[in-house]
């Protein structure tokens, strides 16, 4: 399924027939899009993030660049990153991992003094990371011995659908296109203040979602897991900013 597979839907069945509210079916097919990206740890979202070092640089930015970084084994860069598993950043073997710095730059100013990222500071072996704004910040800053050793830092994530064309084929399981249809329509009350528009975040959650609510493996049958961000009304909704697993959350 495209991203236009999905606006064409919305358009039919949200009563947008005109071309000028062709716009107002692509806002609620992304915002129906993100309603299901926060209601649960969707596997088809996940993905394989490699972060390529460079000799004494510690910031690395998610946005996109020229030559972005940070790269997902989809092929796309870390503007795409939504969340990130901080129980596995590694850089060699199982035992070769970063630590997560649970409140970000403080928790390493705390840990390697403040002067840690100063220019006349000696680079070394990476101990911490952690993610501030929209960069990832690597502590100490890598020396070239350590990238001759050990080029890039390997963790799991999880992706936004790319929707920056409208066909571009979507990560969502085609066998979901009517729930992800439900879900921009009760995204469009929502944009629209309908007064329905509770009852139809409800109703999506109680009739659709547990439709997708089951792993896609053959023979699974038990509920997928939803983590302790996954929102439950529309005012969590608004309020998502980026944030990062916990443990126990992936």
């Known amino acids: 399924m495209t991203f236009q597979d999905l606006i064409d839907d919305v358009e039919a069945l949200g009563g947008l027939h005109s071309s000028d509210e062709e716009a107002t079916a692509r806002r609620w097919a992304r915002g129906g899009l993100s309603i299901i990206a926060a209601h649960g740890a969707w596997p088809w979202l996940r ?21 972005n970084p940070i790269q997902t084994s989809g092929g796309r860069d870390g503007t795409a990153i939504d969340r990130i598993d901080t129980r596995g950043m590694r850089y060699g ?3 070769q991992k970063l630590e997560w710095a649970p409140f970000g730059a403080r928790s390493i100013d705390t840990n390697l003094g403040p002067q840690w990222k100063d220019a006349a500071t000696a680079n070394g072996r990476p101990k911490f990371i952690c993610r501030v704004g929209r960069q990832l910040w690597v502590a100490r800053k890598p020396s070239q011995e350590f990238i001759d050793d050990y080029p890039s830092i390997y963790f799991y994530c999880t992706v936004s659908e790319d929707t920056s064309d409208d066909d571009n084929v979507l990560l969502l399981p085609d066998m979901f296109r009517p729930h992800a249809v439900e ?19 409800a109703h999506w959650r109680q009739v659709w979602l547990p439709e997708m609510d089951t792993q896609l493996d053959l023979g699974e049958a038990h509920a997928a897991f939803r983590p302790t961000w996954a929102i439950e009304d529309y005012d969590q909704l608004s309020s998502r900013g980026y944030s990062e697993y916990t443990q126990g959350d992936y």
């Open 93 to 95: 073997s199982d035992n």
């Open 183 to 201: 879900a921009s329509l009760a995204y469009g009350a929502y944009q629209e203040e309908d007064d329905r528009e509770q009852m139809k975040l």
């Open 47 to 67: 993905d394989y993030c490699t972060l390529s070092l460079s000799a004494g640089v510690y910031a690395y930015n998610m946005a996109a660049t020229a030559s």
